[in-house]
């Protein structure tokens, strides 16, 4: 499936984006919720991309250092500053951190058009609510936690270490993707392409329990291939 974010589709969800004629796509404003390895290597891709990024935590100060060398499209805040910032909201933070992050900014991060999943459960990190994402799956039980929010499982199967690699390929590396919500999935898509990778669309949000270290879909696989092994899973 090739997903594009158009211009008519920009307008449809409210978004003013200047494009570009060539790639049609265009720069967003991205609030990371967490900013460890994962969100300061994933966010830095998206800065070098173009698009404005507010990373946060809870002690925002200690990002600045980091912000600084990304530039002035780089920028750390709290995690309400970000999710207000964000027309697009990535979520990063431990699975056991999700229901304060549902309770406090749920309502916020359902207006987004997309919220970005690239966190998993880990159990020995994660305890109980750990256990009981494992068993529903990951997207399941975020959805239940942020109703009305668009959720899109995305990067979750790769490690952090070897996104700038990865991003460089001549042959592209594919991130499968899983959601319900098409909007946000064609948004999910662009912005993907846009870092370097081919976005392949594997399944529903329930699905996304196979986005997971150590699972088939896990690591770096070409597009086709990735096609070949989701459609061994169920």
Not at 67 to 95: D, M, Q, R, S
Not at 140 to 155: N, Y
Not at 180 to 198: K, M, S, Y
Not at 202 to 228: I, M, T, W
């Amino acid at each position: 499936m090739t997903i594009q974010l158009t211009r008519r589709t920009a307008i449809a969800l409210g978004f003013a984006f200047s494009f570009s004629a060539q790639a049609g796509a265009a720069p967003l404003r991205i609030g990371t919720i967490g900013a460890g390895r994962m969100g300061s290597a994933l966010g830095a891709l998206f800065v070098k991309a173009g698009h404005e990024v507010m990373f946060s935590s809870r002690n925002p100060d200690e990002l600045k250092d980091m912000t600084a060398a990304l530039g002035p499209n780089a920028k750390a805040g709290t995690v309400a500053e970000a999710v207000a910032f964000g027309e697009v909201v990535f979520l990063l933070v431990p699975y056991g951190a999700m229901p304060e992050i549902a309770k406090a900014h749920g309502a916020a991060l359902a207006k987004k058009p997309l919220v970005l999943d690239v966190s998993n459960p880990i159990l020995p990190r994660d305890g109980a609510i750990g256990e009981k994402a494992r068993a529903e799956g990951p997207g399941t039980f975020l959805a239940g936690l942020m109703p009305g929010t668009k959720l899109v499982r995305a990067f979750n199967a790769l490690n952090f270490a070897g996104l700038v690699e990865f991003s460089k390929r001549s042959e592209r590396v594919g991130v499968p993707i899983a959601g319900d919500d098409n909007q946000a999935l064609e948004i999910a898509a662009t912005l993907i392409r846009g870092v370097g990778f081919e976005p392949v669309v594997v399944g529903s949000l329930a699905f996304g329990r196979h986005l997971l270290p150590g699972e088939p879909l896990g690591g770096a696989h070409s597009a086709a291939e990735l096609r070949k092994i989701a459609a061994t899973l169920k």
